[in-house]
T-cell receptor
């Protein structure tokens, strides 16, 4: 079956760095997305990786290892507004998105 | 900035009643998605349209749910009759089309079935 695993919840301190991991098992692979979702709101796009390596976008970076079925989202200089759920989603061979359950990130002052 | 529109934002209905949600995607976006999201879980795809055609409705409970996108623009998702377990956030998203595309989500409709 197809599966996405990510931690349920993480806690970090304002100003610090946090890494949210995601492992995936899909029928084929055509890329991996990260979305941010604040409570009660819709998901918003953060990043897309299809090649191995690190993609940096401001305070957020996303990494992919296709051989390991692994990705992570790295958030630097954490701000209180970064408190949200972070959803990992993999695109399978049929170009269908397989979604993880999300990681709830709690930022403490 | 163009956005996906959804209405209503909130809906409370009694079980066995009919309920309908509306979505207007970003202009020019050929692909439209309806998702259901239960609190603490990721979105679950209910139906995907490419223009007016259904591409995937394998997870849509067809005995009670229906979806249409008659002119390939806006779309309606209907539930009849609603059940207690249908309480969730219903999200609409659109993308330009093609095989790989960022999905843009609307604000969602929070459904509560009592």
């Amino acid at each position: 079956g197809q599966n996405i695993d990510q931690p349920t919840e993480m806690t970090a301190t304002e100003g610090a760095i946090v890494q949210i991991n995601c492992t995936y098992q899909t029928s084929g692979f055509n890329g991996l997305f990260w979305y941010q979702q604040h409570a009660g709101e819709a998901p918003t796009f953060l990043s897309y990786n299809v090649l191995d390596g690190l993609e940096e976008k401001g305070r957020f970076s996303s990494f992919l290892s296709r051989s390991k079925g692994y990705s992570y989202l790295l958030l630097k200089e954490l701000q209180m507004k970064d408190s949200a759920s972070y959803l990992c989603a993999a695109l399978d061979s049929n170009y269908q998105l397989i979604w993880g359950a999300g990681t709830k990130l709690i930022i403490k002052p | 900035e163009a956005e996906v529109a959804q209405s209503p934002r909130y809906k409370i209905t009694e079980k066995s009643q009919a309920v309908a949600f509306w979505c207007d995607p970003i202009s020019g976006h050929a692909t439209l998605y309806w998702y259901r999201q239960i609190l603490g879980q990721g979105p679950e795809l209910l139906v995907q349209f490419q223009d007016e055609s259904v591409v995937d409705d394998s997870q849509l409970p067809k005995d009670r749910f229906s979806a249409e996108r008659l002119k390939g623009v806006d779309s309606t998702l209907k539930i009849q009759p609603a059940e207690l377990g249908d309480s969730a956030m219903y999200l609409c998203a659109s993308s330009l089309g093609g095989e790989v595309g960022e999905q843009y989500f609307g604000p969602g409709t929070r459904l509560t079935v009592t």
